[in-house]
């Protein structure tokens, strides 16, 4: 029982201090996963933590949030899971609070309020930069071509709730790429990932 | 209540925010503008507070909402919403479907899936920039917003800033100009 919760915490404490490196997004913690949980402590192999970055990526929610927990899961069953989550989690959990806690304080201030007029502008160029480096892996063809087109109009003049949107995108997915192969096409569903420096770099701007 | 509000608001959102914490934007959004909780502009500074921390910008933006709302146990129950899912798929994926990622059916997902999150985030870039002011008709105050957008997509994609780092510098710039 004691070794137990000594692992628990041990799983805790190392994902606490990867905790903050997240601000690279969910990828630049690969490095320092492979350094404390493959090399140092032996809890997995390079090959698992290539896997869980895979399943990661396919599931809802943060990449690092999601690899962490499974690297948690893989290393101590489902108490693992929830010390791994909350060690990443707590760090970037206080730093928020804090910088909230600062800008309610603040921003009634002119020369706070000023800068956020101009920071507002980048924000929107932020989103922008997302969607770009998300469409590099989304926009392959025609056919995804026109659903990211369709769904952007739909969400303009139909204004339907975004969550139908996501559900229809996984049902259209599944139905074009059973109807083309149907119908005799060939379809490329992924675009050939090519050097690991650019397969990472699509994912700069995803939020992580 | 209010607790269990913000719970379960970002629970739900936290089910469905595949691809990045990016295309969760317009559905935070559409929730809290909804509920009355805040406006677009409120929320685009929320998104830059996320973007200013580490961690993922949707799980940050949900903390900040909580906090704004309902201070610290606001930013607690928004924040493990935002994070249970993640907890509960992992555990169901890990259980059952080890090999999901190579599932035929997962790969055909989401070739329908991420130009749905791209038009999600194309639509979330023009109802920010509609309610910031940089498609207002034009004057030297809309221009000089729009130069600011174009610079810090500049230094995004061609000279790879860090986004904080665009942020910060947008931020001093903007103490300089507007007051």
């Not at chain 1, 805790?12 to 350094?35: D, H, N, Q, S």
């Amino acid at each position: 029982m004691k070794e137990e919760t000594k692992k628990l915490f041990q799983i805790f404490w190392t994902f606490l201090k990867i905790g903050p490196v997240t601000f690279g997004g969910g990828y630049a913690m690969i490095p320092l996963i492979e350094r404390e949980v493959v090399d140092k402590k032996k809890w997995i192999n390079h090959a698992d933590v290539t896997d869980v970055f895979a399943i990661a990526e396919s599931i809802p929610g943060a990449i690092a949030i999601n690899s962490s927990t499974f690297i948690g899961y893989r290393i101590g069953g489902i108490r693992g899971a929830i010390a791994a989550l909350l060690g990443v989690f707590l760090p970037t959990f206080l730093i928020v609070v804090v910088l909230s806690i600062v800008f309610l304080q603040i921003q009634n201030n002119p020369k706070i309020e000023a800068a956020f007029q101009a920071i507002r502008a980048s924000i929107v160029a932020l989103i922008v930069y997302a969607g770009y480096m998300i469409g590099k892996t989304a926009i392959i063809d025609k056919t995804t071509l026109v659903i990211s087109v369709g769904s952007m109009a739909i969400l303009f003049f139909l204004h339907l709730h975004p969550v139908l949107i996501i559900f229809s995108g996984i049902i259209l997915g599944i139905l074009l790429v059973n109807v083309k192969r149907k119908l005799g096409y060939s379809v490329k569903i992924k675009k050939e990932k090519s050097t690991p420096a650019q397969q990472l770099e699509c994912y700069m701007g995803d939020g992580i | 209540m209010i607790l269990f509000e913000l719970f379960w608001m970002f629970l739900l959102i936290g089910f469905v925010s595949f691809g990045g914490g990016y295309a969760m934007i317009p559905v935070i959004e559409m929730e809290v503008i909804n509920k009355g909780w805040m406006t677009t502009q409120q929320f685009t500074d929320v998104i830059a507070i996320a973007g200013m921390s580490p961690g993922p910008i949707a799980t940050n933006s949900a903390i900040f909402v909580g906090y704004q709302i309902n201070g610290i146990t606001g930013a607690i129950a928004a924040g493990l919403g935002m994070v249970i899912p993640s907890l509960l798929l992992v555990i169901i994926i890990a259980t059952f479907f080890y090999r999901i990622s190579k599932n035929k059916h997962v790969e055909s997902a989401f070739y329908g899936l991420r130009p749905i999150i791209t038009g999600l985030i194309g639509y979330a870039a023009i109802k920010f920039a509609i309610s910031n002011h940089l498609l207002d008709s034009f004057s030297w105050y809309s221009g000089s917003l729009l130069a600011i957008f174009a610079l810090s997509l500049f230094s995004l994609i061609k000279l790879r800033l860090h986004p904080a780092l665009v942020i910060v510098m947008s931020g001093v710039l903007g103490a300089a100009i507007y007051s």
